[in-house]
């Protein structure tokens, strides 16, 4: 949990580590583990987590999937 005096302002949640495009230069190539989503029982338990974090101001929904 953040400090008084460091506030967590910002959070950046990964969805999905999917993605649909087949760059050659991705070093996703070199993974051994099959791509993921976020079950939708994990993202209720994330975000009731958030939820109880006043501080937060902004959430980014992003990462390493490019859908």
Same mark, same amino acid.
Request: aromatic share 6%; hydrophobic share 35%.
């Given at each position: 949990?953040?400090? #008084?005096?460091?506030?967590?302002?910002?959070?950046?949640?990964?969805?999905?580590?999917? !993605?649909?495009?087949? !760059?050659?230069? !991705?070093?996703?190539?070199?993974?051994?583990? #099959?791509?993921?989503?976020?079950?939708? %029982?994990?993202?209720?338990?994330?975000? %009731?987590?958030?939820? #109880?974090?006043?501080?937060?101001?902004?959430?980014?929904?992003?990462?390493?999937? #490019?859908?």
């Amino acid at each position: 949990m953040p400090s #008084e005096n460091s506030p967590l302002r910002k959070i950046y949640l990964e969805l999905t580590d999917s !993605c649909n495009l087949e !760059c050659e230069i !991705c070093y996703r190539h070199q993974w051994v583990e #099959e791509p993921r989503d976020m079950s939708p %029982a994990l993202w209720k338990n994330v975000v %009731a987590h958030i939820r #109880e974090i006043p501080s937060v101001e902004t959430i980014v929904l992003g990462g390493m999937g #490019e859908p």
